[in-house]
Structure formats: C-alpha cells, structure tokens
T-cell receptor, first 115, second 113 residues
Framework: DQQVKQNSPSLSVQEGRISILNCDYT??????FLWYKKYPAEGPTFLIS?????DKNEDGRFTVFLNKSAKHLSLHIVPSQPGDSAVYFC??????????????FGQGTILTVHP | DAMVIQNPRYQVTQFGKPVTLSCSQT?????MYWYQQKSSQAPKLLFH???????NEADTPDNFQSRRPNTSFCFLDIRSPGLGDAAMYLC????????????FGDGTRLSIL
C-alpha cells in the first residue's frame, strides 16, 4: 500500500527550461510535505517543504505547489541547470499526535538536465 | 562541515554474522532515525529515537536493534544478517515536531556474502 507515489520514474529536460516533478498521495492525514534531492553515493538533501495550510511555497528556483483536493503536489525548477540532475524524492508526514515526523517517501524520479 | 556522519560508508559482512552501523550528528537534534533503502525503492523507516525514547515501526524485523548512548550517537545492530538485508542504510536527524525537515547522512551500503 503505497501512500506516496511518484508515477514518473524519470524526466529529461533541456537546460534553461522548466522541470516539473509530480507526486500523489492517498492519506488525507498527511499535512506536511517535503522534497529531497539525492545525488549518487550521497544521502538525500532537504530542498523545500510545504504545510497543508498553504498551496505554494517558493525558494529561489524551486517552487512547490500543493493541491489538497486532488492530493497532489508538484515541484517546479526554473530554470533547470545540469547540476539539478539527481533523484528527487517526495515525502509526506502527519502530526498523528506524535512529537516527531514520520516521513513516508515516494519512490523517486530521476531528473536529467541536458546542457 | 558534515552534520550527520555515517560510518562505514561500505560494509561487507557474512550471512548470519552480526554487524553494527554507526551514525553521529553535530546538530544536537532530539530525534534520530534509521531508514532502509533497497534499490529503486523508497526509503523505509525502521525506527527512531526521541531523545532516549525508542520507537520501533510495527513491521521492522526483530533482527534489527538500535542503541542511542547519547545525543550525538546512534547505532544500528543487525543480529543475524540475511541476504534480504543487503541495502543502503540511512541515518537522519531532526528537531522535535512533525513539521521539521530531516537531515540525512550519506548512508552505509551493506553487502551480505
């Protein structure tokens, strides 16, 4: 039972264009969402997050959009750069009455940005 | 400059031979996590510590144990590794609170002979 899904295993984009990575979730209790970037032989690096009370959060070239009714979020990278080539993981967490955030991850999307 | 450090980066052990993976942090975070990631799959939470309180995920095999002797260090012990335990093991830390991002180490790649 995969509660967080990234349906595109890979995405290829030209340098300078927009990259759009998508993520769907099924658990309506999720209320905090994150994107991580992972280079080979390194651990995931936190990129950007969004709370369920917002529908957009922006940080430089990275913007995350949340559509709660559709249970869908997306990460936009504009403009894309070759150094953005990595695996991108979507993750979600819910408060669940705990004092920590259990993250449920998607399977990742491999982004390749061509010069 | 590294904030979450995992040792070793690569570990090879024999089938059934106990192995310990190490994680240390300089962030002074309350919460430490251990994840297992198999090839092309999502990282899967095994357990976490909130300070000294240990929390096991329901589906984490009994073969996996953890110790946190102090704030900075956390260990993952695999008592009798099987071939199915070959994976990348990721340690992460965060401040307390569900809306705090987790910071990951670079992982330990475990191979079983």
């Amino acid at each position: 039972d995969q509660q967080v899904k990234q349906n595109s295993p890979s995405l290829s984009v030209q340098e300078g264009r927009i990259s759009i990575l998508n993520c769907d979730y099924t658990n309506s209790m999720f209320d905090y969402f994150l994107w991580y970037k992972k280079y080979p032989a390194e651990g995931p690096t936190f990129l950007i997050s969004i709370s369920s009370i917002k529908d957009k959060n922006e940080d430089g070239r990275f913007t995350v959009f949340l559509n709660k009714s559709a249970k869908h979020l997306s990460l936009h990278i504009v403009p894309s750069q070759p150094g953005d080539s990595a695996v991108y993981f979507c993750a979600a967490s819910d408060a669940g009455g705990t004092s920590y955030g259990k993250l449920t991850f998607g399977q990742g999307t491999i982004l390749t940005v061509h010069p | 400059d590294a904030m979450v450090i995992q040792n070793p980066r690569y570990q090879v052990t024999q089938f059934g031979k106990p192995v310990t993976l190490s994680c240390s942090q300089t962030l002074n975070h309350n919460v430490m996590y251990w994840y297992q990631q198999k090839s092309s799959q999502a990282p899967k939470l095994l357990f976490h510590y909130y300070d000294k309180d240990f929390n096991n995920e329901a589906d984490t095999p009994d073969n996996f144990q953890s110790r946190r002797p102090n704030t900075s260090f956390c260990f993952l012990d695999i008592r009798s590794p099987g071939l199915g335990d070959a994976a990348m093991y990721l340690c992460a830390t965060s401040k307390a609170g569900y809306n705090q991002p987790q910071h990951f180490g670079d992982g330990t790649r475990l191979s079983i002979l």
